[in-house]
Each structure stands twice: as C-alpha cells, then as structure tokens.
C-alpha cells in the first residue's frame, strides 16, 4: 500500500522559454539576416519576416521534458497526433533476429505537424543496436504508405533485459532532412534526444508483443513524457470531446 504521508515531491517546477536546438540556430540567424536587409530594400516585407523568423525558432524549439522511468513501459519518440495504432507486418529493415524477429507487432504512428516540437527521443534505454537509413519519396507523412515509401530511418534500441524496440523517423511532404544524433553502439536513456525531422513529420513506434498501447488514435502525445506502452495492462479507451 502506498504511503500518502511520505511527501511527493521535494522541490518545484517552473516553466522557461524553451531553448532553440542548435540545429535549427543557424536557420533562425538566416531568417533574421534577411529580415533585417529587407529593411533597406523591400521594407514592406520586413514584418512578414520578422514573422517568419519568430516561427523559425519555434520549430527548432527544444523544451525540457521529464521522462518516467521502468522497464516495463515504452514512452512516446515524438509530439504530435496518435493517428493509427494497428497491428501490421514489420518493415523488411526491422525483421530477423538481430532487429525485431519476424512477427507482426502493433505500430503506434504519431504525426508531427509543423507547430509540433521536432525533436524526436528513445522510447527506452538501452544501447542502440541499429540505424537503418533509407532515402525515399516525401508522401503526406499522414498516409499510411508513407512508411513504405518515404525517405526513413530505422532505429532499433535494446535494453539492460534484452527487450528491443523499433521506432522508425519518416520524413513527410514538406520534411526534407532526417537528422540523426545517435550510432549503433550507443548507450542512451529514455527520453534522451536522438534526432529531429524537418519540417512536419512522423514516427512510427512498434510494440513488443508482451506490451498493450496505452494511447486511443486522436489523443496528443508528448515526446519523453506520454506513457505509449505498458507490460500486462489493460487496454485504455477514450472519448473526443
């Protein structure tokens, strides 16, 4: 039984203007170069601009996140939409058995949009096992055969108990880069950053079988906090309102 006279937190939070990542500092500098030369020669677009760049800085915007931990939950790789969770054969880069086995798995898609943070996090600790990047079309990254046709990357992340699981990062119609932080060999923790897609985007997390969604498709997630997955729990249900 939990204790409920043991205090359940020893300090507090307060929120801060997220940071801008420093992969996007470079693309906010070039925004605001012409922002501020468009005052000598085009001045009617000045603030258009200066619009443009404030947008800018919000895509690569890179808020802290608090992750929780346990080995037996997955966590959310992304911030946007839960747009499909179905079960489905495994993309031919995730299966045998040094990926994800052979066995269809459940696959939660969640879609970024361009107001989303793009930053993308491991699911769970562990060591990276795999980094597959594939080069591809730039479909609606809504589609569901965007996962087959896009420009993606594979990654594959084992942790301290031998459980693997696959997210994959799928480049959209507007998204033009997949940018990666981690290599095979890597050790990282839930929540940590390993990449971000530019500009609107999705991921696609695949289940291992002992563990059952806890998102509904419409629900919102937020990367390195929303619980995506669970060992042994019961299914969650929800209603739009």
Known sequence: MADFDQPLATTSAKWRVPDVHPEGRKYVLIAAAVAFVSLFIW???TWPLIGLTLWVALFFRD???VTPQGDDIIV???????????????PPELRGDQALGDEPLVRISVFMSVFDVHINRTPI????????????KFLNADLDKASDENERQHIVVENRHGRRVGFTQIAGLVARRIVGFVKPGDMIVSGQRIG??????????????????QVVVGQRSVAGETILGRVSAALPHGIAQ
């Open 125 to 136: 600790s562990g060591t990276v096992k795999q980094v597959i990047y594939i080069s591809g």
């Open 43 to 45: 001045d009617f677009l």
């Open 63 to 65: 808020p802290v996140r």
């Open 196 to 213: 971000l897609i530019r500009f609107g985007s999705r991921v696609d997390v695949f289940l291992p079988n002992d563990m059952v969604p």
């Open 76 to 90: 959310a790789p992304a911030d946007g939409l839960v747009t499909m969770i179905e079960r489905v054969p495994l």
